[in-house]
């Protein structure tokens, strides 16, 4: 992963509104709250594009990694949107990229990975990407 991780790597944006609590007390926003952000910007993709029924779905996807790089300090009022990619798309896996991003901000304050393993909702045994979700996932399949 290079050091300098940019907007233009990136084809969807989700704004993220920071809160006060998201601030720790050296007054900038905590690193766990970064995790937050990473799980919204992914979700916010699989339901609103990937039709998921997080309430419903058969299968759901597990987070089994993440790692984040942190660049800059982000505090509250600032204005976030969190750039979400496909870096590696599997049978019943998705790696995404994610980068946070001040707005107005070409370069990403934070940026990182987080991986979703698809699984039965009941067993929780893995599963192959059901077809509209994998459809959705392969639009934000970074070039290579």
């Known amino acids: 992963m290079s050091d300098v991780e940019t907007a233009e790597r990136y084809t969807y ?3 993220i509104t920071t809160r006060w609590m998201d601030n720790d007390v050296y007054g900038h926003i905590n690193n766990v709250t970064y995790y937050s952000y990473f799980d919204t910007v992914a979700n916010h993709y699989l339901i609103h594009e990937g039709g998921l029924d997080i309430h ?3 299968i759901i996807g597990l987070v089994v990694e993440s790692k ?3 660049r800059a300090p982000l505090a509250y009022p600032d204005r976030l949107r969190a750039g979400l990619r496909v870096d590696k798309l599997g ?3 998705v ?3 994610i980068g946070i991003f001040k707005e107005g901000e070409a370069e990403a304050a934070a940026h990182g990975h987080f991986v979703h393993v698809f699984v039965d ?3 929780r045994r893995s599963t192959a990407i059901p077809e509209r979700l994998r459809e959705a996932l392969s639009r934000l399949v970074a070039p290579t």
């Open 13 to 15: 944006f989700l704004p």
């Open 56 to 58: 419903a779905s058969p």
């Open 68 to 70: 984040c790089q942190y």
């Open 91 to 93: 049978t019943r896996s």
């Open 95 to 97: 790696t995404y990229g």
């Open 121 to 123: 909702r009941q067993t």
